[in-house]
């Protein structure tokens, strides 16, 4: 068996494969199971106030999402090999589905929990299929503009889910309908699969490595879980002296150490991690953790910042980032065809200079901070985000033969969602624990300008660390060159 035959191999009528219907069949499965991952950031205080849990807590539910998402990715490799394209999405999508349902009937908050895993099961199932549907689809002269249709997807999406999710809570005034009105659209996307997608891959059933999944699963729930914990839950919080911080950090590496390793080793690997001999994919993939950190982190934080520092409804919160998100939808695609024409050099190098300018102007935002220089530093956030992800994404990727294009998609897939999720969790620790620190020299930490101030306090400190990132990615922009060949290896 080869691993990648059968994310590759095409069926004999390719050919005649109409690309369009199966490409929107992709898009719409994608968009909505991408958008959840931002869709409740918006209502995170509700949340909070109706469960009566904290923000450490309620983060999981977007943390929870995108971890599972990254656990579920590499295992998905094997079962695009074990199930037909049609087989795989319309699982995924029923997933999905059944997920939103859970969610917004949810009494409890482990409850909600639970069917956000659910949806996330669906979400990791299906963007495997998307990613390497689309490798097989294009030929390379042609990718650039192909990967900005996903980036419209994978940038897209998660940038305007608070806006989104701002509308609805101000025409509902209740989370649950952020549920309610996706489920009629992951029903839509099942019944348009059912007509147009077409398989384009064959089934192989290659035999499964259970100690990989295992491997895997301890290693990236291991690590984002610590991360996550750093900041606490409920009222202590916890640090770094807390067993179950570095205790699961600690074992999520040596499951890292040992996965990599057992991967390096086996014959058949789940994934073959080979594909990081390429330079371009090396830096790509560092580029890509990055940005994906910054995005998710911030698309975390303002929400916050504005409706508990600045008072803001949850209506006027989603608006004040829509611009943003609609910059970001509208030049993936260009950014795209950019690539092609230019090649990446012209694209992540200034893209990488806007997010550090970008990431230390958020650095000096206060309560009095116009809505209009917030829209500002987001849309030119939004501008660096585009003109970083798809071209150094694609640029990694075409440095590697046809045999790693399914290893190096599931890769960089994986790396996403697990880079989204320690976004969150360690941006959020570092804001709560600049929340506490302030709050503890506080002489009336029970005042509402106190508290506000606090918000702030541990804002400008996630967006401190945040510019830190920034400035290695900007580094490592200078060391991407265009590739003009497949490096064999």
């Keep these: 068996m080869h691993t990648a035959s059968a994310a590759t191999a095409a069926p004999r009528d390719l050919g005649n494969v109409k690309r369009l219907p199966i490409l929107i069949s992709l898009i719409i499965g994608a968009f909505f199971s991408i958008l959840n991952e931002t869709l409740l950031n918006i209502a995170l205080v509700d949340l909070v106030e109706d469960f009566g849990v904290t923000f450490n807590t309620v983060q999981w539910l977007s943390t929870s999402y995108m971890l599972t998402v990254g656990i579920l990715i590499p295992v998905s490799a094997l079962l695009v090999q074990w199930f037909t394209t049609r087989q795989m999405f ?60 996903i980036g419209l997807v994978i940038m897209f999406a998660p940038a305007i889910g608070p806006t989104l999710s701002g509308l609805i809570l101000e025409a509902t005034d209740n989370w649950r309908w952020l549920f309610y009105l996706v489920l009629p659209f992951g029903i839509f996307a099942i019944a348009f699969a059912a007509i147009f997608l077409k398989n384009v891959s064959d089934v192989t059933k290659p035999r499964v490595d259970v100690l990989s999944i295992i491997l895997s699963t301890i290693a990236f729930g291991g690590i984002v879980y610590g991360f996550s914990s750093l900041g606490g839950h409920g009222s202590e919080g916890s640090g770094w002296s807390d067993p179950k911080v570095y205790g699961t950090v600690i074992a999520g590496g040596i499951g890292l150490i040992l996965f990599v390793w057992r991967q390096l080793k086996m014959r058949e690997p789940m994934l073959d991690m080979r594909a990081f001999k390429a330079p371009m994919f090396s830096y790509s993939t560092i580029l890509i953790i ?49 690539f092609d024409k230019f090649g990446p050099r012209a694209l992540v190098i200034p893209g990488s200079a806007i997010l550090v300018v970008i990431m230390y102007c958020f650095t000096q935002i206060s309560l009095e901070t116009s809505k209009g220089m917030i829209i500002l530093l987001h849309c030119n956030m939004s501008l660096a985000m585009s003109m970083i992800m798809m071209p150094a994404q694609t640029n990694g990727l075409n440095q590697l033969t046809p045999k790693y294009y399914p290893h190096g998609s599931a890769i960089l897939s994986t790396l996403q969602q697990v880079a989204g999720a320690l976004g969150i969790a360690f ?63």
């Design 427 to 489: 941006f959020i620790s570092i804001m709560s624990s600049g929340t506490k620190d302030y709050l503890l020299s506080s002489s009336d930490p029970t005042s509402p300008a106190e508290l506000a101030g606090s918000v702030m306090a541990g804002i400008h400190n996630a967006f401190e660390v945040g510019m830190y990132f920034s400035i290695v990615a900007l580094i490592l922009s200078f060391f991407v060159k265009r590739v003009t060949a497949p490096k064999e290896f």
């Design 90 to 149: 319309l699982g995924a999508m029923t997933l999905f589905s059944l997920g939103t349902l859970v969610c917004a009937l949810a009494p409890e908050f482990y409850v909600l929990l639970i069917g956000r895993i659910i949806q996330a099961l669906g979400t990791g199932l299906m963007l495997p299929v998307m990613m390497n549907t689309i490798l097989v689809l294009y030929p390379p002269e042609k990718r650039g503009a192909a990967m900005g249709s």
């Design 290 to 338: 990055i940005v994906m950190m910054a995005l998710f982190s911030t698309l975390m934080l303002l929400p916050i910042l504005m409706q508990t520092g600045m008072a803001l409804t949850a209506f006027a919160a989603g608006l004040v980032l829509l611009p943003g998100g609609i910059v970001n939808g509208f030049l993936s695609p260009i950014t795209g065809k950019l």
